[in-house]
């Protein structure tokens, strides 16, 4: 079955730069989306098709691929981005949603 | 405002069934794909099942394949997940998501806020 690999955690001071990753086998082929989920809440839909952002979305969020990886953005980190993110694309070959693992989002 | 409302969770013995609902408004409903997705405590986002706008096409996770099924009622604006053998392993908060479109897979734009599915002796 398909993979997503994401790092289980990141820290980042306030204002700096958060680069969050998520590697998967011909992940440049496919279509990558990123959810936000904080504890109690829904998730939020971030960044679709690797580089959309929803209108109410800041622009501070961004998405990007190279090679087998696609990366989530947050520049200027704020206190209120600390969040669990989750990386999905759709496995044509089993008609499955795969999500990453998550990555914990930790602002200090 | 979209607006996506889970009910139905609860507890559940092993072996036994809950069906789950999911209310939508503020958008047309039979339009757009929906999905469930589960998270167990402590754990990641994983992907349950999910239907196109007519309801004639559905998918499933392999660990729910014939145990779950999922449709939806487009004049009633609600989803639904009949869940069946329910194990230990199926606990776990629930969230339907509507899809960007009427077809799979797409980008899941909007979400609930979920509801817990405990299944336990």
């Known amino acids: 079955s398909y993979v997503l690999t994401q790092p289980p955690s990141l820290s980042v001071a306030p204002g700096q730069t958060a680069r969050m990753t998520c590697g998967g086998n011909n992940i440049g082929i496919k279509s990558v989306h990123w959810y936000q989920l904080k504890p109690g809440q829904a998730p939020v839909l971030v960044i679709y098709y690797d580089r959309d952002r929803p209108s109410r979305i800041p622009e501070r969020f961004s998405g990007s691929k190279s090679g087998n990886t696609a990366t989530l953005t947050i520049s200027r980190v704020e206190a209120g981005d600390e969040a669990d993110y989750y990386c999905r694309v759709w496995d044509s070959s089993s008609d499955h949603v795969v999500f990453g693992g998550g990555t914990k989002l930790t602002v200090l | 405002e979209v607006q996506l409302l889970e009910s139905g969770g609860g507890l559940a013995q092993p072996g036994g069934s809950l069906r789950l609902s999911c209310a939508a408004s503020?958008?047309?409903?039979?339009?757009?794909?929906m999905t469930w997705v589960r998270q167990a405590p402590g754990k990641g986002l994983e992907w349950v099942s999910g239907?196109?706008?007519?309801?004639?096409?559905?998918y499933y996770a392999d660990s729910v394949k014939g145990r779950f099924t999922i449709s939806r009622d487009n004049s009633k604006n609600t989803l639904y997940l009949e869940m069946n053998s329910l194990r230990a392993g199926d606990t776990a908060v629930y969230f339907c998501?509507?899809?960007?479109?009427?077809?799979?897979?797409?980008?899941?734009?909007?979400w609930g806020q979920g509801t817990l599915v405990t299944v336990s002796s």
């Open positions: 239907i196109v706008g007519s309801g004639t096409t559905t």
């Open positions: 503020g958008f047309t409903f039979s339009s757009y794909a």
């Open positions: 998501a509507k899809g960007t479109h009427s077809d799979y897979p797409r980008a899941h734009d909007y």
